[in-house]
């Protein structure tokens, strides 16, 4: 599946450039042009990433990841800016960015830093193993979860559902958000299989495991 990213550039030709590079790229990418639109967007898809200009309209790209990071988003970062003093830069990194591009850049030069911050982010999701508990331990790089070292056997949704929630331990993914990962563009999301799939992930990690809340989804931890 292709590395999702989301753009924020209110320069509409630029933003428009950059979507073209990266999506030729093999990257899928939804494009914005104000801080309203990509804090709404960040909050209601999954992304691998997020390239974020800094003065744009209706907020600003500083105000915006640091609202993100204090509700445990935790998506790679880029900042794209214009901006380029040492208490500039420090803000940035501040607030919670991974790496930052100045503006005029050459396209290459982004693209070489959006691949090597998605390696970054790859590997340390999938590093060493989640230690669930009760002898229980998840691994990211394998797809396995194991009791007492013993591998178990789950349908891929499931095993893709376990690692969603782990991915963002203590904080809540609303339905859509879930729909939007497991489902492919050709299936039909169903809401009483993903109940199903809950139901057996809380047979093998514990009832309290898995929490749900109506109106925001489903949380692990």
Known sequence: MSARILVLEDDLSLGEIIQEYLSEEGYEITLCDNAKEALDLAYERNYDLWILDVKVPLGDGFSLLKELREANRQTPCIFMTSLNTTDDLKQGFSVGCDDYIKKPFELAELSLRVEALLKRSFFHKNEDYEDLGDGLKFSFKNQILYKDDKALTLPSKEIKLLTLLLQNKNHFLSI??????????????????????????????GKDKIINQRGRGYRYG
């Open 176 to 205: 859509e958000e879930i729909f939007d990962k497991l489902w492919e563009y050709d299936e039909e999301p169903s809401e009483l299989s993903l109940r199903a799939y809950v139901k057996n992930l809380r047979k093998i990690l």
